[in-house]
């Protein structure tokens, strides 16, 4: 029983915070240590810099469509904590990406060059030292719209807590709070949808039932993502149609409601390799 319980709590573990080594060609990285020093396979200390390789481009009259790559001097202020980086390819286990153009006046675009020169890196190194840094704006997505707890009646006689269950969709865009972490941002979303309501004696002309005719949904509101955990907090509207309005004289009808939703979910994080071998960066 005790080894089955350990294994249960390993593979959670695993579930939740295993790594594996994803480097993403066209996307951008950023440099989180000043530290040049790490542990190698053996377990002793070496330089980043005993690793790195930087190349020129320089123009061929014979293959001007093509980047031909040269050997030049390897600057030591090429890794510094906060520089970004997109990766251009990944050949031979080693990942060649190029930084980001500075300021106009920055001395480091002479350095680095991006318009010019191409650094290498091992694939493991390169993983060490850099974390993914995600767009800031999340595009436009269509996604299921679902608000599970409706607080009613706020302010009012009649006040309910209901769990109502909604078929419908909605708009969303975000922004990033956090640009290294891919699931920690703000989200705004919008929705319509069709939604069974609860009308019973208390909030109804019924006198010994209850009935759950389906309303009409409008929802706006934000969710808080951080990771795997989610906070969201809508109002919206739900309308039954006139007919059963004038039958059953529902007191919510059209009513503003405070809606709450709270996720949590185990993921992995995952950083798998994607290396396309030989693919050559764009010109």
Known sequence: MKRVLLAFIFLIYQTSYGQDINIKIGHNYQFITNNSLLFNSEQKLESVYDNLKVFSKQDNQENQDKHVFKEAEIKNESIEEGLIVKVNYIDDGRVYFSYWKFDEDDERNEIFSPSEKVFSLSIDKFSKITRERFNKF?????????????????????????TNFSLGSSIASGIRYNLL?????????????????????????????????????????GLFHYDQANLGIFIGWDKISGEEQKKYEWQHNGALWLGLGLNIGILKSSRGLNTKEGTQPPN
């Open 138 to 162: 999340i595009g436009y997505q269509i996604k299921p719209f679902t608000i599970p707890i409706r607080l009613r009646g706020l302010g009012k006689d009649i006040f309910e807590f209901e």
């Open 181 to 221: 972490e891919e699931n920690r941002y703000i989200e705004l979303t919008a929705g319509i949808g069709i939604t069974k309501v609860n009308l019973k004696p208390s909030n109804s002309n019924l006198q010994n039932e209850t009935l759950s005719p389906a309303a009409f949904t409008i929802a706006i509101g």
